[in-house]
């Protein structure tokens, strides 16, 4: 298999699995498969991380994720 394959074979997997995220976080639900909404919500999400509070939202959002997962 040629490079340009398997590197676009590991994007696409990684893009999947980004939308696995927001699929299981019930956002997909939640917003009615608004994508307007959900792009906006992830602009909001990287305005706040760009922010002064960035590295509090990391820490919130990354305990809340591990718990989630049942890492935390």
Request: glycine share 14%.
């Amino acid at each position: 298999m040629r490079s340009w394959q398997v590197e676009r074979r590991k994007r696409t997997r990684h893009l999947i699995e980004l939308g696995g995220l927001v699929i299981k976080a019930g956002i997909v639900d939640m917003t009615g498969d608004d994508r307007a909404m959900i792009y906006g919500a992830l602009l909001w999400m990287a305005d706040k991380l760009q922010s002064d509070q960035g590295e509090q939202a990391r820490g919130l959002w990354s305990a809340k994720g591990k718990q989630a997962f049942g890492d935390g």
